[in-house]
T-cell receptor, first 112, second 113 residues
């Protein structure tokens, strides 16, 4: 069984740029959730995808967007990067019928 | 109402001691309460979870105590070991709506030999 994987591991961008983060869900999982974890804080829910559609969104602006593909992998896109977007971005996969989420190692984004 | 509060912010325990982390929630619709353990540079890993139909759940050295009327729950780590040193997050969600998981701010646990 393959766990949740994320790429890249680290990323450095400048303010105003755009970034795409990728996530491969655990084998058999059909739901993907994205979280932002600022340094020293708990993860904050960004949005969730099920059957390639956004299914719930946290308090994040529209410049945060996502995709889910037929193989259940997912992307998180952030446009017009701001300094406060610097954080660890976590992807979690789960089965639709279960709330138990399995997290990937995260992508560390630094915005300069 | 969506907030999950957690204390203490940091905790230092001697090896063999009991580590206790407390959490409180406001939304009575929450019905699934997981605890996550996170090591530096890693994503959170599910440690143990409880639903409000039971008051206590034990898995090895880890025990969750749940007080539905007080809207509080806590994690007890018995016989704490240096390998338990990590950040612990309590969380809550509405399982029946497959809703997002709301995390507490975390507790940094250091177990000293």
């Amino acid at each position: 069984e393959t766990g949740v994987t994320q790429s890249p591991t680290h990323l450095i961008k400048t303010r105003g740029q755009q970034v795409t983060l990728r996530c491969s869900s655990q084998s058999g999982h059909n739901t993907v959730s994205w979280y932002q974890q600022a340094l020293g804080q708990g993860p904050q829910f960004i949005f969730q995808y099920y059957r390639e559609e956004e299914n719930g969104r946290g308090n994040f602006p529209p410049r945060f967007s996502g995709l889910q593909f037929p193989n259940y992998s997912s992307e998180l896109n952030v446009n017009a990067l701001e300094l406060d977007d610097s954080a660890l971005y976590l992807c979690a996969s789960s089965l639709r019928t279960h709330n138990e989420q399995f997290f990937g190692p995260g992508t560390r984004l630094t915005v300069l | 109402q969506q907030q999950v509060k957690q204390s203490p912010q940091s905790l230092i325990v001697q090896k063999g001691g009991i580590s206790i982390i407390n959490c409180a929630y406001e939304n009575t619709a929450f019905d699934y309460f997981p605890w996550y353990q996170q090591f530096p540079g890693k994503g959170p890993a599910l440690l143990i979870a409880i639903r409000p139909d039971v008051s206590e759940k034990k898995e090895g050295r880890f025990t969750i105590s749940f007080n539905k009327s007080a809207k509080q729950f806590s994690l007890h780590i018995m016989d704490s070991q240096p390998g338990d040193s990590a950040t612990y997050f309590c969380a809550a969600s509405r399982e029946t709506s497959y809703d997002k998981v709301i995390f507490g701010p975390g507790t940094s646990l250091s177990v000293i030999p």
